[in-house]
Structure formats: structure tokens, C-alpha cells
């Protein structure tokens, strides 16, 4: 499943800093600093909210786009799936760190220049942790060794979320 996912937000990093994005999903509503999308996957709807960094870090010249993503997914009732997409291929075996108002602590395992939770149970904690702080750093490690932190600002987030659950029939 994860895999899957993997393609598809590979898809959608490259639709969101294209021009055609708008034409490829359609935009649920911006919500501070989170935006809610929904598409159709072999017929059935996918739902997800974004976000980009208020900040990014690191000594780095050169650094793709850069998103926090939850997902929703009827084809495989996938729900409230974290993933982030750090915009550079991640240093082999790393994790990821990811701290929510210096309260709420999680690491992610990394495979290319994306990132997840070891699942649904951390999922579900790491979505609830958004949509209840105010921000959100993610600490991670280049292939080249280039430390990056980024901080999220998590105004909307709750709107956000309740838009993909609404467009997706996912209830809380």
C-alpha cells in the first residue's frame, strides 16, 4: 500500500509544481496554510490536503519542492495516510524526524525523496497532533549527508482535513 502511494504522490509533487495541476485534481478549498484536493483513481475518489514549509533549512544549492501530504484513498479504504515529500533523495536507511509543538514526537522511514509513518495506528496520531498544534518540524538527512529542517505552519489544518473528509465520505 505504501508503495503504491509512493507513485502516486510522486505524480502529484511533480502535478503540484506544474501548471496543469489545477486541470489534474480539483481544489476542495485553501485553508490557511493547507489546501484540500480531490481526483478519481480508477473510478474511485482519492482526497488529500497539502502543505508547504514557512521555512526550509539546510546548506543545500539545490532543493525540489517540498510538501507534507494526508491522504485518503476509497479504492483501498485508506485513510488519514502522513507522508512527506522532502524534495531530494534521502540518505539510504535514514529516519525522519517530525515534532509537533515540541510535544508530539514521530519518526518516519524514509525510500527516495519521500517519507511515512510504520502505519495506520501512527497515522492516526500524527494527524490528530496536526490538526491540534500550531507548528511542525521535520528534520531529515540528504544522501550527501545535508541536514534540512522545515517548519510548518499548521493554520487550516483542521478545516483542511474536515474538507477531504467530507469530499471522501471518510467520517472523523
Known amino acids: 500500500m505504501k508503495k503504491f502511494a509512493l507513485l502516486s504522490l510522486t505524480v ?12 489534474e485534481t480539483d481544489l476542495i478549498g485553501q485553508y490557511g496554510d493547507w489546501s484540500s484536493h480531490s481526483y478519481k483513481e480508477n473510478g474511485q475518489s482519492v482526497c488529500f490536503m497539502a502543505s508547504k514549509p514557512a521555512k526550509d533549512e539546510g546548506n543545500y544549492t539545490r532543493r525540489g519542492d517540498i510538501f507534507a501530504f494526508i491522504t485518503h484513498r476509497n479504492s483501498d479504504g ?10 531530494y533523495p534521502y540518505k539510504a536507511g535514514s529516519e ?4 509537533i509543538d515540541n510535544k508530539w ?10 517519507a511515512w509513518t510504520s502505519g495506520p495506528s501512527d497515522d492516526k496520531k500524527i494527524v490528530d497532533a496536526i490538526q491540534r498544534g500550531s507548528k511542525m518540524v521535520v528534520t531529515g538527512y ?3 549527508g545535508t541536514k534540512t529542517v522545515d517548519s510548518f505552519s499548521l493554520k487550516g489544518s483542521s478545516k483542511s482535513h474536515e474538507a477531504i473528509n467530507n469530499a471522501c465520505g471518510v467520517k472523523g
Do not use: C
Open 142 to 144: 540528504s544522501k550527501r
Open 96 to 99: 525522519v524526524k517530525v515534532s
Open 78 to 87: 485508506t485513510k488519514n495516510e502522513f507522508s512527506y515529500a522532502a524534495g
Open 12 to 23: 502529484f509533487m511533480t502535478a503540484f509544481s506544474a501548471p496543469s495541476f489545477a486541470s
Open 105 to 114: 514526537n514521530f519518526t518516519l522511514f524514509t525510500d527516495g525523496e519521500n
